[in-house]
């Protein structure tokens, strides 16, 4: 059979040109709702100074969380059928409309019904950027992007306290929502360029509510608990063990829920498979690790190591910039080879050895040589990000390709959720062995910021100090535990490479 001449003669594109046909009409989405994440968290003194409430202003930025964990799963399989050009607009509209929203609440539980709002817009544009390069992206170099979008993620992170704290603090609170409305609009454009492809339809689909409404009792059951988990105190021994069961409970009727339905939001068949759910499990395991270290690191620095709270933001920048070279060079690696197994196996053995000796050799060297240390550690943990989406998507196939990207997506941020919770409880339970008096002062700590630490005369700073040094050895033991199970995971996984 003879293919028609344009056909047969149209070559493959160029990888600059698919690269200006690609990265910037994801690049942009990616990088509003990862922001967003991070953007209100300078910004909630002003938010409370202003609104009041100042008990439930973290709800703010935990309704953002727990939406976003909800969105990935239902943008992920809407994209697969109703096509994922779609779905970034519809997201994009949904987070400009909460913005607006958001700028014009009168009260703190306003701004968090806004804020889930908007959390439905940002998980989708993350799921739906992801999955866009599996679809537009071929095979082999889907690791260089993944890569890229890696680094957007990780460069987001870094922007959001930022512009939050300079924004909030020059133009008000609002401000920081205003600020995405143009930044959404030129997304929205970027994305029109992206080619409308569709699954071929589906006359037997129909949306899955009732999986959705067992995925958000599990959601917000496991997340509301965990953050309760991390103040030890505040919930009784009932309330725990009614929080596990109502967990356990709500899983084990999504499973079976799933596994009957046909159009199910969480496709049992594609989470079971081997190459699949090892890396969904890598990724939770990483987000454990990842997240637990970079919530607790400038408690760390400010109480062991004395340092101010603008000293411990610039000890953090080579961090946060190692995870994203890691994280480039990984995705670069693995389209150069096409083997994906062997990057994060190597790169997580070196992160674990590196948490070893931070263990164990922190008290032993300055703050430069523990600066050092933990960017070995981030450097060498940027080699999942990017290896675990492409696993994801080759395993999965081209009609399955949301669901997959969102299952990476939700399993790191449960995976987040669990560890930042445990590393809570052995920080806390590590204290309390050494001195149960200085529990009380730690959980102050963890409320108030470094300030409290002054409130204590220099005997009890320096009690609290060889405290918390002592836990934190148990909490990077912690975390290298999570490595560990991550490198065990990534040494197994089938899919070892990709043509």
Not at 228 to 249: D, E, F, H, K, N
Not at 321 to 343: N, Q, Y
């Amino acid at each position: 059979m003879t293919l028609p001449q344009g056909e047969a003669s149209a070559p493959p594109p160029s990888a600059r040109t698919l690269f200006l046909r690609v990265f910037p009409n994801i690049m942009l989405p990616m990088f509003l709702a990862v922001g967003d994440q991070t953007i209100v968290a300078a910004a909630l003194p002003a938010i409370a100074a202003d609104l009041g409430d100042v008990e439930r202003v973290s709800w703010v930025v935990v309704a953002y969380l727990v939406a976003t964990t909800i969105a990935a799963p239902v943008y992920g399989r809407l994209g697969d059928v109703f096509g994922r050009r779609r779905m970034m607009l519809v997201a994009l509209g949904v987070f400009a409309t909460a913005c607006v929203l958001c700028s014009l609440a009168t009260s703190v539980a306003a701004l968090a019904a806004f804020r889930v709002l908007q959390g439905l817009g940002g998980g989708g544009l993350m799921t739906t950027a992801q999955a866009l390069i599996g679809e537009t992206v071929p095979p082999r170099e889907r690791g260089r992007y993944q890569g890229y979008l890696a680094t957007v993620v990780v460069t987001a992170s870094m922007f959001g306290p930022v512009a939050g704290g300079l924004l909030s603090g020059t133009f008000g609170w609002r401000s920081i929502f205003i600020v995405n409305l143009p930044l959404a609009l030129i997304a929205a454009l970027l994305a029109l360029r992206l080619p409308a492809r569709r699954a071929a339809p589906d006359a037997t689909f129909r949306f899955d509510l009732i999986g959705l409404a067992l995925l958000t009792t599990f959601v917000v059951v496991m997340l509301g608990g965990l953050g309760q988990l991390t103040r030890p105190g505040q919930v009784g021994l009932w309330g725990v063990l009614g929080g596990i069961a109502l967990v356990v409970a709500s899983v084990v009727l999504l499973v079976r829920h799933e596994k009957r339905t046909p159009s199910a939001l969480l496709p049992m068949g594609l989470l079971g498979r081997p190459a699949i759910w090892r890396a969904d499990a890598l990724a939770a395991c990483h987000g454990a690790a990842l997240v637990s270290l970079i919530t607790y690191l400038p408690l760390y620095l400010t109480t062991v190591r004395g340092t101010t709270a603008a000293q411990t933001g610039l000890l953090l920048l080579p961090l946060t910039m190692a995870l994203g070279l890691g994280s480039m060079l990984s995705g670069r690696l693995a389209s150069a080879t096409g083997r994906l197994a062997v990057i994060p196996t190597i790169g997580l053995t070196l992160a674990t050895a590196a948490l070893l000796v931070l263990a164990f050799g922190a008290p032993y060297v300055g703050t430069a040589g523990v600066i050092a240390m933990l960017a070995a550690v981030t450097l060498f943990m940027g080699s999942v990000m990017a290896v675990v989406q492409v696993t994801v998507q080759s395993a999965a196939g081209p009609g399955m390709l949301g669901s997959a990207a969102a299952s990476v997506q939700f399993s790191r941020s449960i995976g987040a959720a669990i560890g930042t919770a445990t590393v809570s409880i052995v920080l806390f339970g590590s204290i309390a062995a050494a001195d149960p008096k200085a529990v009380t002062l730690f959980a102050d700590l963890l409320e108030h910021g470094p300030a409290a630490l002054a409130k204590l005369d220099a005997a009890m700073q320096a009690e609290l100090r060889q405290a918390i040094a002592g836990a934190f050895r148990a909490a990077f033991l912690t975390i290298a535990a999570f490595t560990a199970v991550g490198l065990v995971l990534a040494a197994t996984n089938p899919l070892k490479r990709i043509g």
